[in-house]
């Protein structure tokens, strides 16, 4: 409902048009789903803005079983959001990841498996955290 309200004052809003996208799926009717694929190839978007909305045109050709579509929507949302992230100098790289990588296997080998052997709690029982934002559950979780 809130984002039908804001498409009422704003029917090209991209952010508004996505999360609608992104919430119904393949509820959306085809007209709304023309009219969020022409927004969307508006150039006039800004790219940012713009990959929103493909992402949450994604979800929606996933559910209609588009896959060549989905995957489109989803092969240029990652490349907008793959250059804002190297203008911000947080591009992948792909020696950096290696390295990374390469630490997590020092860090966790085998011997250090057998050391912790036996740590934790006897059951495989989940434990659901649940908190609102900035309340320290991802901190939690980590715990």
Known sequence: AAFREALRHDP??????GALALNLRDKLTAAELAHMTAVAADPTVPPRRKAVLLYGLV???DARNDVPKAAAAAEQANRIAGEHARRRGQ???PAEHSDYVDQLIAAFSPAHFEKVRG?????????FVLGLPRSGTSLTEQI
Do not use: C, K, M, S
């Open 59 to 61: 979800q929606a050709f």
């Open 91 to 93: 591009g992948y790289d």
């Open 12 to 17: 090209d809003h991209p952010e508004a048009l």
């Open 119 to 127: 740590w934790g709690g006897p059951t495989d029982t989940p434990v």
